[in-house]
């Protein structure tokens, strides 16, 4: 389900920050998808953690109207495989936007933004929070 996060005056300097909790190897992206359809990379995570520090995605004028597509792709692979279900039903997912109007408002997925290959052995999260004035 989307979200929505308030940016307020348009010269807000904006932040995110991702934490990915998973024994397995996750990767994210961060993509801001525009009218139009047009969309623009933003960050992405190493290549092990999946998580984001707290990094600048851009100025509030910049963002205003468009939103942010969060994807997360878990490989468990290397884990044994009668683990791989329990394991993509434990993926804990956190997000933070902070610098507008909302202040520091925390994300958690929901179970609907989540979806796992037919072995479990990968699970993709896609977050989608709008930017609103």
């Not at 979200?3 to 807000?12: H, P, T, V």
Request: with cysteine; net charge negative; proline share 2%.
């Amino acid at each position: 389900m989307r979200k929505a996060y308030s940016i307020g005056q348009s010269d807000k300097k904006i932040n995110l920050k991702v934490n990915i909790g998973t024994p397995g190897i996750a990767h994210t992206k961060v993509f801001q998808f525009l009218s139009g359809g047009q969309n623009k990379f933003l960050v992405e995570s190493d290549v092990d953690s999946g998580s984001i520090t707290n990094t600048f995605i851009g100025n509030g004028e910049d963002l205003i109207g468009s939103y942010l597509k969060i994807r997360t792709v878990v490989d468990f692979g290397s884990i044994d495989k009668s683990q791989w279900e329990q394991l993509c039903d434990t993926i804990v997912g956190k997000y933070a936007i902070s610098g507008g109007f909302s202040g520091i408002q925390p994300y958690s997925y929901d179970e609907d933004d989540k979806t796992e290959s037919n072995n479990y052995r990968f699970a993709i999260i896609d977050m989608e929070i709008d930017l609103i004035k």
